[in-house]
């Protein structure tokens, strides 16, 4: 009798490297260059005490990985979520390469966070938190050198507290011209119009540009998205405006659906209110695990990493996958959706309006500009369609998926810029 030996999970670094090793493979990449792009750069732990409001103590890790930096600076967000370890940071920092470099931007990736739950402290406890961390991280992080951004659970606030707290360690003289250490500011700090839902915008421009390719009219068609946080809420806005219907919405707390729509609106009102899509007027809650098995057209992961597995990607009905979060999709389940004709439009093209956004902001605080709403998204739609047509091309010049043309794209990009510049010394 067969026995069955049960393979422990890969973790987010495995995914990647699997992924990255395919593209490698493809462009027969230089083996210099492979070992250079294998590992990251550098990788910084710290762990910092922050007085509680109630006077106690409480001692917090946080995480900054820089991968590489070929391209520019280094350039990612910051998440505060409790499955934040310097595994899942590497992933999420060469993930950020691969995604700059297909952009065709001036930057490297980083990606770091602290492993915490926000839900458990008070504003003036993040606070506290947030500039205790930016302090701790010190000369790490710089508007040329490591360029933060907002990711899961931290946002505008987050990143305005940062950008005070590393400008006030600056000399007087200097402090002004260091506004752009982050991105992701709210506007009235020196923030981007647009940047709230470039992120979703991109999701949706990369879905609509696909439909447009394969004769497909978006209106009548049924999606379904994981996590409506900003991300989920943005693409749904303008997936709406389409004439899609969004059928089911999953978030940590519930799973919600209606096969005759979900307002995107009423929604999106519903959860400021009470924090979740639990209980929402006109939907049925469904089983957590029963989510990817929904009727549906178009499915949008856009929560954490590693949520269509093995175990699931077999039940999905949708015939696209628009990867709005980071590394939704294991590796496993690639090979089962592949395999069922899905197409997966990868992270590193659908959700990539959020890196683009952000570098329109450090252009715009750079420079001393001010970039107006219309102007912004017009830009955007610019970007990612140049890199979704290159993709697109060159996935059928080659006859590989998706996200194997867009690392082959990224990764060719970066080992140039190593064959021009050589390595030191």
Same mark, same amino acid.
């Given at each position: 009798?067969?026995?069955? &030996?049960?393979?422990? &999970?890969?973790?987010?670094? *495995?995914?990647?490297?699997?992924?990255?090793?395919?593209?490698?493979?493809?462009?027969?990449?230089?083996?210099?260059?492979?070992?250079?792009?294998?590992?990251?750069?550098?990788?910084?732990?710290?762990?910092?005490? #922050?007085?509680?409001?109630?006077?106690?103590?409480?001692?917090? $890790?946080?995480?900054?990985?820089?991968?590489?930096?070929?391209?520019?600076?280094?350039?990612?967000?910051?998440?505060?979520?409790?499955?934040?370890?310097?595994?899942?940071?590497?992933?999420?920092?060469?993930?950020?390469?691969?995604?700059?470099?297909?952009?065709?931007?001036?930057?490297?990736?980083?990606?770091?966070?602290?492993?915490?739950?926000?839900?458990?402290?008070?504003?003036?406890?993040?606070?506290?938190?947030?500039? $205790?961390?930016?302090?701790? !991280?010190?000369?790490?992080?710089?508007?040329?050198?490591?360029?933060?951004?907002?990711?899961?659970?931290?946002?505008?606030?987050?990143?305005?507290?940062?950008?005070?707290?590393?400008?006030?360690?600056?000399?007087?003289?200097?402090?002004?011209?260091?506004?752009?250490?982050?991105?992701?500011?709210?506007?009235?700090?020196?923030?981007?119009?647009?940047?709230? $839902?470039?992120?979703?915008?991109?999701?949706?421009?990369?879905?609509?540009?696909?439909?447009?390719?394969?004769?497909?009219?978006?209106?009548?068609?049924?999606?379904?998205?994981?996590?409506?946080?900003?991300?989920?809420?943005?693409?749904?806005?303008?997936?709406?405006?389409?004439?899609?219907?969004?059928?089911?919405?999953?978030?940590?707390?519930?799973?919600?659906?209606?096969?005759?729509?979900?307002?995107?609106?009423?929604?999106? &009102?519903?959860?400021?209110?009470?924090?979740?899509?639990?209980?929402?007027?006109?939907?049925?809650?469904?089983?957590?695990?029963?989510?990817?098995?929904?009727?549906?057209?178009? /499915?949008?992961?856009?929560?954490?990493?590693?949520?269509?597995?093995?175990?699931?990607?077999?039940?999905?009905?949708?015939?696209?996958?628009?990867?709005?979060?980071?590394?939704?999709?294991?590796?496993?389940?690639?090979?089962?959706? !592949?395999?069922?004709?899905?197409?997966?439009?990868?992270?590193?093209?659908?959700?990539?309006?959020?890196?683009?956004?952000?570098?329109?902001?450090? !252009?715009?605080?750079?420079?001393?500009?001010?970039?107006?709403?219309?102007?912004?998204?017009?830009?955007?739609?610019?970007?990612?369609? *140049?890199?979704?047509?290159? #993709?697109?091309?060159?996935?059928?010049?080659?006859?590989?998926?998706?996200?194997?043309?867009?690392? /082959?794209?990224?990764?060719?990009?970066?080992?140039?810029?190593?064959?021009?510049?050589?390595?030191?010394?």
């Amino acid at each position: 009798m067969l026995t069955v &030996k049960n393979e422990p &999970k890969k973790g987010m670094m *495995e995914n990647v490297m699997e992924q990255f090793n395919k593209a490698a493979n493809h462009i027969e990449l230089h083996p210099n260059i492979r070992k250079i792009l294998s590992i990251t750069n550098n990788e910084i732990v710290v762990n910092f005490p #922050v007085k509680m409001d109630d006077g106690s103590v409480e001692v917090f $890790r946080g995480y900054r990985v820089q991968h590489n930096n070929a391209l520019g600076p280094y350039k990612g967000g910051l998440r505060y979520h409790p499955t934040v370890d310097i595994d899942a940071a590497r992933a999420l920092a060469m993930w950020m390469t691969w995604k700059t470099s297909l952009a065709g931007l001036p930057y490297g990736g980083g990606k770091g966070g602290i492993q915490i739950d926000p839900k458990k402290y008070s504003t003036s406890e993040l606070e506290r938190i947030t500039r $205790r961390f930016t302090y701790a !991280l010190a000369d790490n992080i710089g508007p040329e050198h490591d360029i933060p951004a907002p990711d899961v659970n931290t946002n505008s606030q987050t990143m305005a507290w940062i950008a005070d707290t590393y400008m006030s360690t600056c000399p007087p003289a200097e402090r002004s011209a260091n506004q752009h250490v982050v991105t992701g500011k709210p506007t009235e700090s020196g923030g981007l119009e647009g940047r709230d $839902r470039a992120t979703g915008f991109g999701v949706y421009l990369t879905i609509k540009f696909w439909a447009n390719k394969n004769n497909i009219d978006l209106k009548g068609k049924k999606y379904i998205v994981q996590g409506f946080g900003n991300v989920g809420y943005w693409v749904s806005y303008f997936l709406e405006k389409e004439g899609a219907i969004l059928v089911a919405v999953q978030d940590a707390f519930s799973s919600i659906e209606n096969q005759e729509g979900i307002n995107v609106d009423s929604l999106f &009102k519903h959860i400021q209110q009470t924090g979740s899509v639990s209980q929402f007027e006109n939907t049925i809650e469904i089983e957590k695990d029963n989510f990817f098995k929904t009727e549906c057209d178009i /499915c949008i992961p856009a929560a954490l990493g590693n949520q269509i597995t093995e175990e699931n990607a077999g039940d999905i009905k949708a015939k696209l996958i628009a990867e709005g979060a980071n590394g939704p999709t294991t590796t496993e389940a690639e090979k089962i959706l !592949l395999e069922n004709n899905v197409t997966i439009i990868p992270d590193i093209l659908c959700n990539s309006g959020g890196v683009i956004g952000s570098y329109f902001e450090w !252009l715009q605080n750079r420079n001393g500009e001010l970039w107006q709403l219309d102007e912004v998204m017009l830009k955007l739609e610019k970007k990612i369609k *140049e890199s979704f047509e290159k #993709v697109y091309d060159y996935s059928k010049k080659e006859n590989i998926d998706f996200r194997t043309a867009a690392y /082959c794209i990224a990764i060719k990009r970066i080992e140039k810029a190593y064959i021009q510049r050589g390595i030191f010394p």
